[in-house]
């Protein structure tokens, strides 16, 4: 399994280049059994990812494009009256699938958001008092547009924390667009993707790392570094008890990429940042000094002895 990782991080960097450490991160979200929310601007490779991901793994994939008319149906899905068979027939919503890309996810009202929140967090569909389990392995991807974009509303505190990690692609560098602008004046990479995990396999490696270990001593410093986030001078809302569960996973999940079955302090350290930065709430005193949710968290990992 450690060969068919190296390859998909390998192929997925002929795709999205220079963006390694990104990548990466939504691997282990999706091994961690997460959702990935992706902040940015339009056309730095978040719907690129999010597809060449989804066929390296060999899983189904649904877009939507959230608008302010989208509706909650749209995503679940509806029953219809059938009158050959006099019955209702379930249609299914856009995340009856492996991968949903949920673009735009602060442009949509806030019953649509809860409605793919709701999906997110429970992995079925009940419409009409009838559940409809989500197919296995099942991921979103959401994007969302930074503050000050028109026609958008940032998402609230509750709705982030269902959010395993919260990331941002960025701009290339020059060396890096020079060399995309050349090799994409012909061909499209997408159109060249092989399956390299099947989705039983991803299946079973998201098995293989809730069995990696945490010793003790390490649950301890990963647990500090929460309980840091609640007793700090700059922090009003701290990391919940969901996000602890989520930096444990994700660190299990880095532990497995690197060909461990065991987690280090270096594990907690690398995830701590995507993990627990969207799940602060800063307080004035933070605003007034430019201080952001990621700088307080590197401050508290440093503060703590590993």
């Known amino acids: 399994m450690a060969d068919k990782i190296r390859q998909l991080q390998k192929e997925l960097g ?32 978040k719907t690129t990812t999010a597809l060449a991901l989804c066929r390296l793994m060999g899983m189904d994939f649904n877009r939507i494009q959230f608008t302010p008319d989208v509706v909650p ?8 009256y059938e009158k050959q068979t006099g019955r209702f027939i379930y249609r299914p ?29 429970e992995g079925k569909v009940t419409v ?20 000050g974009s028109s026609g958008t509303q940032m998402l609230p505190e509750s709705q982030l924390d269902r959010f395993m990690v919260k990331l941002s692609m960025g701009y290339p560098s020059m060396e890096e667009e020079m060399r995309l602008i050349k090799e994409r004046q012909d061909i499209n990479p997408l159109d060249f993707i ?4 099947t989705k039983q396999e991803l299946l079973k490696m998201q098995d293989e790392v809730k069995q990696i270990h945490v010793d003790d001593k ?20 701290g990391v919940s008890p969901r996000g602890t569960l989520a930096y444990m996973d994700m660190s ?6 690197q060909g461990r079955n ?8 690398a995830v701590s940042v995507p993990v627990l930065a969207h799940r602060l709430l800063l307080n004035g005193k933070a605003r007034m000094s430019h201080v952001t949710e990621a700088d307080v968290i590197e401050e508290i990992v440093k503060r703590i002895p590993t």
């Open 73 to 80: 149906s749209d995503v679940t899905g509806f029953t219809m």
């Open 262 to 269: 065991y987690v280090l302090p270096e594990d907690v350290q």
């Open 14 to 45: 002929t795709i999205i280049k220079g963006k390694k450490e990104v990548t990466d991160k939504i691997i282990m979200a999706v091994l961690a059994r997460g959702h990935v929310l992706l902040e940015d601007v339009p056309g730095v490779g």
């Open 93 to 121: 919503g856009a995340v009856m699938c492996n991968m949903l890309l949920a673009d735009e996810i602060n442009r949509t009202s806030s019953k649509t958001q809860a409605a793919l929140l709701e999906v997110m967090e």
């Open 194 to 197: 092989e399956e390299i995990i």
């Open 252 to 257: 299990r999940a880095r532990a497995f990429v």
């Open 128 to 147: 009409d008092n009838e559940t409809h389990p989500v197919p296995q392995p099942f991921v979103v991807i959401a994007t969302e547009n930074p503050t």
């Open 218 to 237: 390490v649950l301890k410093y990963l647990s500090q570094i929460v309980d840091g986030t609640r007793n700090h001078s700059m922090i009003t809302l």
